[in-house]
């Protein structure tokens, strides 16, 4: 059984689409075939002030990628980086423990999309432009 909360998130979804130019892009899962999560987040002085995401997903899915957003926008991203699955649950007011895994994919997404900006703040010449961005996102493999 959901909690009102994932039941709130999974009806009315925070933050869903997609960020033009984005600073931090992960994608988690595979858009052509199954469940996925695309995560965009705008980071101005290290500090993340818009987060957008596009999900294909169970309802646990969808709410855990929802709350995650609200969690992060306004936080420093070293704050961010601590938002493992279980603050995402607890968010949540719990999920069925046979739905617990599907936290995963909003916790990892959003250590990806760091990553990512980590990655662009250090190395900013190579993504002049942010056309991997614009197509839609980078794989996990892209960022490690
Ligand atoms: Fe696969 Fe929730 S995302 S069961």
């Known amino acids: 059984m959901?909690?009102?909360k994932v039941?709130?998130?999974?009806?009315?979804?925070?933050?869903v689409g997609y960020l033009e130019d984005a600073d931090g892009v992960a994608q988690i899962g595979d858009?052509?075939?199954g469940d996925y999560l695309l995560v965009f987040?705008?980071?101005c002085e290290d500090r993340i002030t818009e987060a957008r995401f596009l999900c294909r997903g169970c309802p646990a899915a969808i709410a855990c990628a929802s709350v995650t957003m609200e969690l992060v926008t306004g936080r420093h991203v070293d704050e961010a980086w601590d938002i493992t699955d279980e603050v995402i649950v607890d968010a949540l007011d719990g999920?069925?423990?046979?739905?617990?895994?599907?936290?995963?994919?909003g916790a990892m997404a959003l250590?990806?999309?760091?990553l990512d900006y980590f990655e662009r703040k250090n190395r900013p010449e190579e993504h002049a432009g942010g056309e991997e961005a614009q197509a839609g996102g980078r794989s996990q493999s892209d960022t490690a």
Do not use: T
């Open 2 to 4: 959901y909690s009102e």
């Open 7 to 15: 039941l709130d998130h999974f009806h009315n979804p925070r933050n």
């Open 31 to 33: 858009p052509e075939c």
């Open 41 to 43: 987040l705008r980071i």
């Open 95 to 105: 999920l069925p423990e046979g739905k617990l895994h599907c936290s995963n994919l």
């Open 111 to 114: 250590h990806v999309a760091l």
